[in-house]
């Protein structure tokens, strides 16, 4: 495929295009100096390049201003945002922070922000509905500990966190997506089998409609957990899931797009 001129790049920003396009999101989790922007760029001409493929990369804070103003192809998003829109909470940052940055979703109720820093799905809940209210789309995430999961109880936990992190206000389901990401395969290199994928992807469907009605069928469940370039495509082609969310992998051009091209199948 030649390069694509300026007036021929089809926006990954928007949702209602093309809304059943494969959503690849990029955490870059507490990674990125300025000295890495190039790589946000060759995301960016990748993704125009891709255009089945909805792409977004949520990079630390301190980058979002920066790869916003610069993104013709990708959407840019925060990784967390306080539940207040402002006030004194030294150190936090804001949904409508986010939103004046040029970021146009936030990822909460990462596992990471569960236990380091004692999120509760209530708390999950209450950042999600700052986030919709700021006029951000959100991705809830949601996951089962190893010891969950040996437990026999990886079903029963995720759909109590989907009960008590998202909002069913209302407008909610349109800019709702999840992401079930196991605790024990995110950064490990361990990824849930597709077997698993497909019988939790499931649940969580039935989850979505029990919580939202038809709309419910339309939420894009996404898969996150050791994502790379070698599991993609099989996993991106399993029963129910929507696109992947990618840490470590995504902080490369060249990893991430490998991810974003083994999507496209799917878009056909
Ligand atoms: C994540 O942090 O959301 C994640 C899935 O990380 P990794 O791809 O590195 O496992």
């Not at 007036?7 to 209602?16: A, F, T």
């Not at 077997?195 to 029990?210: Q, S, Y």
Request: aromatic letters at 4%; glycine letters at 12%; one cysteine or more.
């Amino acid at each position: 495929m030649g390069g694509i001129q300026a007036g021929e790049i089809l926006s990954n920003l928007e949702r209602s295009d093309m809304p059943n396009r494969p959503f690849i999101v990029g955490n870059w989790k507490m990674n990125g100096l300025r000295s890495q922007m190039a790589e946000a760029r060759a995301i960016d001409r990748g993704a125009a390049r891709h255009v089945g493929v909805r792409v977004a990369v949520a990079p630390p804070f301190t980058l979002i201003a920066a790869m916003a103003e610069d993104a013709h192809a990708i959407a840019v998003g925060g990784q967390d945002c306080h539940q207040q829109q402002s006030g004194a909470f030294t150190g936090d940052i804001s949904a409508a922070m986010l939103k004046d940055a040029g970021a146009t979703f936030v990822i909460v109720g990462h596992s990471e922000r569960r236990a380091m820093h004692g999120e509760t799905d209530a708390v999950v809940k209450a950042k999600a509905e700052a986030a919709l209210e700021a006029g951000l789309e959100i991705i809830v995430c949601v996951g089962e500990t190893e010891a969950q999961r040996d437990a026999g109880q990886a079903e029963a936990v995720v759909c109590a966190q989907l009960d008590g992190s998202l909002p069913v206000g209302e407008g909610a389901a349109p800019r709702l997506t999840v992401a079930y990401e196991p605790v024990w395969a995110i950064g490990t290199g361990r990824v849930a089998s597709p077997a698993d994928v497909a019988a939790m992807h499931g649940a969580i469907r039935a989850r979505l409609a029990t919580l939202f009605g038809e709309e419910g069928a339309e939420i894009s469940i996404l898969y996150g957990g050791s994502v790379n370039a070698g599991n993609a495509a099989e996993l991106l082609a399993t029963d129910e899931v929507g696109g992947a969310l990618v840490g470590g992998a995504s902080l490369t051009a060249e990893s991430f797009l490998a991810i974003v091209a083994a999507a496209l199948p799917q878009a056909d």
